[in-house]
């Protein structure tokens, strides 16, 4: 029995003695990929020494003798600090995940093939200024100068993430960068979902309930719906259950191509001396995208020959797309401009491969492709072109279901341009000095569409960035829903001239601002869109910029973390006017009971979505179940596209807006319900769901355990084990609602986690530029074991900020690493 026990032991040591192995040999191999921050390295690239500060949150300071080589000390950094996050990006560009990840990630390749994203960005390179040519050539000698320093040094591939899906990384080039900027657009762009979903719940609904569903925006006018239907007999639309499989999770979050309630939302804002305590103009900006670890955004200071400037990045791009310099500041959030159409192509009845246009049938413009596919056959697509754009296939978007037998639908887009010359109008805007000078960068931005907020010291405007499509007036369909193809009168005629976009300067009140509101009310076809993306944060803002005379830095900030939702404010009372404090006092225990312990709570409540408050999740919970009690019945399956709770919606049924309260009535009932009996199910629909999902007294339940923030690995995010290592998570305030937005994703499974939101924060002072501050969600690195990988996300969480200095000694004084790079002698 002894030696039996001795093996045994011996056994068991010799196994943990393995396991310990393994451990450390898998973190010695990841750990190699740290970059080292205090190094000299010898490159080839630049004319003469570059520096690379990193301060004490390893944001780097970056000088060099000559512009270029502080762009190539950009593409350096950037390539130390998130090379996987840029190669992942390209490759989402050029259609190649699936040489990756297998068949799962088909779907996300074969649109991005079918959009040609990559040889579009490809094609763009020619037509940059020389300028912006010139840094695009030189950041990209940073990123490859990085490279090189992996292969010599045996830097652990650059990224663990590598070794689990190892891949040869080409040189980054000047069409990468574009590229990269073109799926930065895709990520703000949902005016195509739009059309889809309200075709198909035109194809659904009477006439009169689309406009309750998916209405325009409070306070502008009710524009007539499009009879779409009335293009094409409605047999002729095919009946499809399902299309495509969903994404699956893992890939998921590489794809660009978001669902309607979440394309790109923002916030920014800025004060005029005469608004300003300090006599000096002030600038907010927040831009709202999906969260992830690690963050899209990455902090960074170049100093070029005409000074610092300094503010958020994208790995992959040698811009700051937000900050400041000496001379201005600038922040974007989504314009929400109607750059999308879908186009329906009827199809030639004797040769399938020509579709009509208005002089007759011709042929689509066809090439083949190869998709490589990890562990599998490769895969042949067969593009198709015609002069309105790429055909989409049926599986994509949902396309198929509103798309009439014999014909296929093709996408209009602006930024599907061979000559898009945005990046070089972020160079200029970067670098302008005053405000005239950026507002003129804009002329050659293509898209997606951007409301820019610029300062100086003493004047504030705001400026539309984007092509605009010019639409004849007779347009069938106002490019609301899909349009006949091969009619003149649907297809674009040209773009509108740049000074068509809005444009506001020195406003009489001294504030402007935009949190994706609608801007102006402008009859098509010179509207900017029907589909704006916020109708409610607009207000709250209003309230608190005129809740003072003066503002400072430290109340733009106050905005910027904001979590009163001004949407509860107003539908709680339209919802719950008649349930409130009626009746006696229920027994303990009871459904009524809890019932009235709900209402209570919200009776009492300020609308604050506090993550340590009980009521955000209750209010939420009922408003969730109650959209979805009303709309269940009319639309079936189609229910499900509407993730979110439209407050808009709400607010017409109980208003009785057009009749709108007919939403309340059970279709397949045979008792009328009306509007409070539907409040009372929901609410206890809710309760019950809460009960089952938290099992906790309601008074105990916390806003912060539902809505927690979910910053994940993009790929390793949902693999066991490896979760806990590379997720970010943390319980945060706000809501869809609220000026500090903390987007919900919608999902049955975790329908209030909040998965998008302000990633980059930032306020900008002049009247003392060098107290100016920002902030983003997670770190600088991309690296799960580097001590940046998450040391802003606590800061960002309780709303701290880090200061937004030019001064280079108080980088180096806190610094946390010094590189040098020094030029091959020659």
């Given at each position: 029995?002894?030696?039996?026990?001795?093996?045994?032991?011996?056994?068991?040591?010799?196994?943990?003695?393995?396991?310990?192995?393994?451990?450390?040999?898998?973190?010695?191999?990841?750990?190699?990929?740290?970059?080292?921050?205090?190094?000299?390295?010898?490159?080839?690239?630049?004319?003469?020494?570059?520096?690379?500060?990193?301060?004490?949150?390893?944001?780097?300071?970056?000088?060099?003798?000559?512009?270029?080589?502080?762009?190539?000390?950009?593409?350096?950094?950037?390539?130390?600090?998130?090379?996987?996050?840029?190669?992942?990006?390209?490759?989402?560009?050029?259609?190649?995940?699936?040489?990756?990840?297998?068949?799962?990630?088909?779907?996300?390749?074969?649109?991005?093939?079918?959009?040609?994203?990559?040889?579009?960005?490809?094609?763009?390179?020619?037509?940059?200024?020389?300028?912006?040519?010139?840094?695009?050539?030189?950041?990209?000698?940073?990123?490859?100068?990085?490279?090189?320093?992996?292969?010599?040094?045996?830097?652990?591939?650059?990224?663990?993430?590598?070794?689990?899906?190892?891949?040869?990384?080409?040189?980054?080039?000047?069409?990468?960068?574009?590229?990269?900027?073109?799926?930065?657009?895709?990520?703000?762009?949902?005016?195509?979902?739009?059309?889809?979903?309200?075709?198909?719940?035109?194809?659904?609904?009477?006439?009169?309930?689309?406009?309750?569903?998916?209405?325009?925006?409070?306070?502008?006018?009710?524009?007539?719906?499009?009879?779409?239907?009335?293009?094409?007999?409605?047999?002729?639309?095919?009946?499809?259950?399902?299309?495509?499989?969903?994404?699956?999770?893992?890939?998921?979050?590489?794809?660009?191509?978001?669902?309607?309630?979440?394309?790109?939302?923002?916030?920014?804002?800025?004060?005029?001396?005469?608004?300003?305590?300090?006599?000096?103009?002030?600038?907010?900006?927040?831009?709202?995208?999906?969260?992830?670890?690690?963050?899209?955004?990455?902090?960074?200071r170049i100093e070029l020959q005409q000074g610092g400037i300094i503010g958020a990045s994208i790995p992959g791009v040698p811009v700051i797309l937000s900050g400041r310099s000496d001379y201005i500041g600038w922040g974007l959030t989504a314009a929400f401009m109607d750059d999308q159409d879908l186009f329906i192509e009827q199809l030639n009845p004797k040769d399938s491969e020509e579709y009509?246009?208005?002089?007759?049938?011709?042929?689509?413009?066809?090439?083949?492709?190869?998709?490589?596919?990890?562990?599998?056959?490769?895969?042949?697509?067969?593009?198709?072109?015609?002069?309105?754009?790429?055909?989409?296939?049926?599986?994509?978007?949902?396309?198929?279901?509103?798309?009439?037998?014999?014909?296929?639908?093709?996408?209009?887009?602006?930024?599907?341009?061979?000559?898009?010359?945005?990046?070089?109008?972020?160079?200029?805007?970067?670098?302008?000095?005053?405000?005239?000078?950026?507002?003129?960068?804009?002329?050659?931005?293509?898209?997606?569409?951007?409301?820019?907020?610029?300062?100086?010291?003493?004047?504030?405007?705001?400026?539309?960035?984007?092509?605009?499509?010019?639409?004849?007036?007779?347009?069938?369909?106002?490019?609301?829903?899909?349009?006949?193809?091969?009619?003149?009168?649907?297809?674009?005629?040209?773009?509108?001239?740049?000074?068509?976009?809005?444009?506001?300067?020195?406003?009489?009140?001294?504030?402007?601002?935009?949190?994706?509101?609608?801007?102006?009310?402008?009859?098509?076809?010179?509207?900017?869109?029907?589909?704006?993306?916020?109708?409610?944060?607009?207000?709250?803002?209003?309230?608190?910029?005129?809740?003072?005379?003066?503002?400072?830095?430290?109340?733009?900030?106050?905005?910027?973390?904001?979590?009163?939702?001004?949407?509860?404010?107003?539908?709680?009372?339209?919802?719950?006017?008649?349930?409130?404090?009626?009746?006696?006092?229920?027994?303990?225990?009871?459904?009524?009971?809890?019932?009235?312990?709900?209402?209570?709570?919200?009776?009492?409540?300020?609308?604050?979505?506090?993550?340590?408050?009980?009521?955000?999740?209750?209010?939420?919970?009922?408003?969730?179940?109650?959209?979805?009690?009303?709309?269940?019945?009319?639309?079936?399956?189609?229910?499900?596209?509407?993730?979110?709770?439209?407050?808009?919606?709400?607010?017409?049924?109980?208003?009785?807006?057009?009749?709108?309260?007919?939403?309340?009535?059970?279709?397949?009932?045979?008792?009328?319900?009306?509007?409070?009996?539907?409040?009372?199910?929901?609410?206890?629909?809710?309760?019950?769901?809460?009960?089952?999902?938290?099992?906790?007294?309601?008074?105990?339940?916390?806003?912060?355990?539902?809505?927690?923030?979910?910053?994940?690995?993009?790929?390793?995010?949902?693999?066991?084990?490896?979760?806990?290592?590379?997720?970010?998570?943390?319980?945060?305030?706000?809501?869809?609602?609220?000026?500090?937005?903390?987007?919900?994703?919608?999902?049955?499974?975790?329908?209030?986690?909040?998965?998008?939101?302000?990633?980059?924060?930032?306020?900008?002072?002049?009247?003392?530029?060098?107290?100016?501050?920002?902030?983003?969600?997670?770190?600088?690195?991309?690296?799960?074991?580097?001590?940046?990988?998450?040391?802003?996300?606590?800061?960002?969480?309780?709303?701290?900020?880090?200061?937004?200095?030019?001064?280079?000694?108080?980088?180096?004084?806190?610094?946390?690493?010094?590189?040098?790079?020094?030029?091959?002698?020659?």
């Amino acid at each position: 029995m002894s030696t039996f026990v001795k093996w045994l032991t011996r056994l068991f040591l010799a196994l943990a003695t393995l396991i310990a192995l393994a451990f450390f040999s898998i973190y010695y191999l990841a750990s190699r990929s740290i970059p080292e921050y205090d190094a000299d390295y010898v490159v080839t690239g630049i004319t003469d020494d570059v520096e690379i500060i990193r301060d004490n949150a390893s944001v780097p300071h970056i000088f060099g003798a000559t512009d270029e080589d502080v762009y190539f000390g950009l593409g350096f950094a950037h390539a130390q600090d998130r090379l996987w996050q840029m190669v992942l990006m390209r490759r989402t560009a050029e259609g190649r995940l699936s040489e990756l990840f297998g068949e799962r990630a088909l779907q996300v390749d074969d649109l991005m093939r079918r959009l040609d994203i990559y040889d579009l960005a490809k094609r763009s390179v020619r037509d940059q200024d020389p300028e912006t040519t010139l840094a695009l050539n030189a950041y990209a000698r940073g990123v490859n100068s990085w490279l090189a320093q992996i292969n010599t040094g045996a830097l652990g591939r650059g990224a663990p993430e590598f070794f689990l899906f190892p891949t040869a990384i080409a040189p980054w080039t000047p069409a990468d960068s574009i590229a990269v900027g073109k799926i930065m657009a895709l990520e703000f762009s949902g005016q195509l979902e739009d059309e889809i979903l309200r075709t198909r719940a035109i194809l659904a609904l009477p006439k009169e309930r689309v406009k309750d569903l998916l209405p325009d925006p409070l306070g502008m006018p009710i524009n007539a719906l499009a009879e779409y239907t009335s293009l094409f007999p409605k047999s002729e639309y095919p009946i499809y259950a399902q299309f495509a499989e969903p994404l699956d999770p893992m890939i998921a979050g590489l794809s660009p191509f978001k669902k309607r309630a979440f394309a790109g939302a923002s916030n920014a804002w800025a004060a005029a001396p005469s608004r300003s305590a300090a006599g000096a103009t002030l600038l907010a900006n927040d831009p709202h995208l999906g969260f992830s670890a690690p963050s899209i955004w990455y902090l960074a200071r170049i100093e070029l020959q005409q000074g610092g400037i300094i503010g958020a990045s994208i790995p992959g791009v040698p811009v700051i797309l937000s900050g400041r310099s000496d001379y201005i500041g600038w922040g974007l959030t989504a314009a929400f401009m109607d750059d999308q159409d879908l186009f329906i192509e009827q199809l030639n009845p004797k040769d399938s491969e020509e579709y009509l246009t208005p002089t007759g049938y011709k042929r689509f413009e066809i090439r083949q492709t190869i998709v490589h596919v990890k562990d599998a056959a490769p895969r042949t697509l067969t593009l198709r072109w015609t002069e309105n754009g790429p055909v989409l296939p049926p599986s994509h978007y949902n396309v198929g279901k509103i798309t009439p037998q014999g014909h296929v639908a093709t996408l209009g887009w602006t930024a599907l341009s061979a000559h898009d010359t945005s990046v070089s109008a972020l160079m200029k805007l970067m670098k302008s000095k005053t405000i005239d000078e950026a507002i003129a960068a804009g002329e050659t931005y293509i898209g997606s569409a951007q409301n820019v907020t610029l300062v100086d010291g003493k004047e504030i405007a705001l400026k539309t960035f984007g092509a605009a499509p010019r639409r004849a007036y007779n347009h069938q369909t106002q490019g609301r829903t899909p349009a006949p193809g091969w009619l003149e009168n649907n297809r674009w005629q040209g773009r509108m001239p740049y000074s068509f976009n809005p444009e506001f300067r020195e406003p009489a009140g001294g504030i402007l601002g935009n949190t994706n509101n609608q801007i102006i009310d402008r009859p098509f076809p010179n509207h900017i869109s029907f589909y704006w993306g916020d109708t409610e944060r607009i207000e709250r803002w209003k309230k608190l910029m005129q809740n003072r005379e003066v503002h400072t830095r430290e109340s733009f900030i106050e905005g910027q973390l904001d979590t009163v939702s001004y949407t509860a404010r107003r539908i709680l009372p339209l919802i719950a006017a008649d349930l409130w404090f009626s009746g006696a006092q229920a027994p303990d225990g009871t459904i009524e009971r809890r019932r009235q312990i709900a209402l209570d709570l919200l009776a009492n409540w300020n609308g604050e979505m506090n993550e340590h408050l009980p009521e955000p999740l209750i209010y939420a919970a009922w408003m969730r179940a109650l959209q979805k009690r009303l709309i269940q019945d009319e639309l079936g399956p189609l229910a499900d596209e509407f993730t979110h709770v439209n407050p808009v919606f709400i607010d017409r049924v109980y208003r009785d807006t057009d009749g709108a309260s007919a939403w309340c009535d059970i279709v397949q009932s045979t008792q009328p319900e009306n509007c409070k009996d539907l409040a009372r199910i929901a609410l206890d629909d809710a309760l019950l769901w809460l009960d089952q999902t938290y099992g906790s007294a309601l008074t105990s339940l916390r806003w912060g355990d539902a809505h927690q923030a979910t910053h994940d690995h993009a790929v390793l995010g949902k693999t066991p084990i490896l979760k806990w290592f590379v997720n970010i998570r943390q319980s945060t305030s706000g809501g869809d609602n609220t000026l500090m937005m903390g987007l919900t994703s919608g999902t049955e499974d975790e329908p209030f986690s909040n998965v998008q939101g302000a990633g980059y924060r930032g306020v900008y002072d002049f009247a003392d530029p060098d107290s100016s501050v920002f902030i983003i969600a997670t770190g600088q690195s991309g690296h799960p074991l580097s001590r940046h990988y998450d040391d802003m996300g606590q800061l960002w969480r309780r709303g701290e900020y880090l200061p937004m200095s030019l001064d280079p000694a108080l980088a180096r004084a806190g610094s946390v690493g010094i590189a040098t790079l020094s030029p091959e002698p020659k």
